[in-house]
């Protein structure tokens, strides 16, 4: 191509060539003014390249931006729940705290109220042994001895306390 046919070929084409096809264009046999032609369309070329790049940039930016505010956003809300559920865990805490205690206590307990019982049932015997001798000395008869009626009580008292009173004497009633 001789340079006219490049410069008219440029002029027609120069806004579809691109930056990469304007530096693969052998520049040695160029005019000067063909040289600062394609200079200033790569220049343009890379300040449109550096608008599209500043405007992503700032598209990115935004959006890191509004990331960062809905991150900033769920921190505080997780450290508001967090904040409200200290008393609850404190609670919680403390009532496995006082559960264990008890757990602890319970054996003890067990082992006072097994030796209170003992000694209530050994009361108990005791109650009923000196009761049945009570009541034998003033000669209250017990169930099984009611059935023989005042005389039937009587003789029997005086047989037992007195075992040699009726083959001596016949004493009646």
């Known amino acids: 191509l001789t340079r006219q046919n490049e410069r008219a070929f440029l002029q027609r084409n120069s806004k579809k060539l691109t930056a990469t096809e304007l530096f693969k264009t052998d520049i040695s046999s160029k005019t000067e003014q063909d040289f600062r032609i ?3 369309k790569l220049i343009a070329g890379v300040e449109k390249n550096i608008g599209d790049i500043k405007k992503t940039m700032a598209t990115d930016k935004m959006e890191n931006k509004n990331r960062h505010d ?12 967090l904040e409200a559920s200290k008393p609850r865990i404190g609670k919680a805490d403390r009532g496995i705290c006082d559960l264990e205690d008890t757990i602890i206590e319970k054996p003890e307990a067990d082992k006072k109220r097994d030796k209170l019982i003992q ?12 009761k049945c001798n009570y009541i034998r000395i003033i000669g209250i008869p017990e169930e099984e001895e009611r059935g023989k009626g005042a005389e039937g009580v009587l003789e029997q008292i005086l047989a037992e306390n007195f075992p040699n009173l009726e083959k001596e004497v016949n004493v009646g009633i």
């Open 38 to 40: 394609i200079n200033i």
């Open 70 to 81: 809905e991150l900033k956003n769920v921190i505080n809300e997780i450290h508001n729940k």
């Open 119 to 130: 000694e209530h049932e050994r009361f108990r015997e005791l109650t009923d042994t000196v």
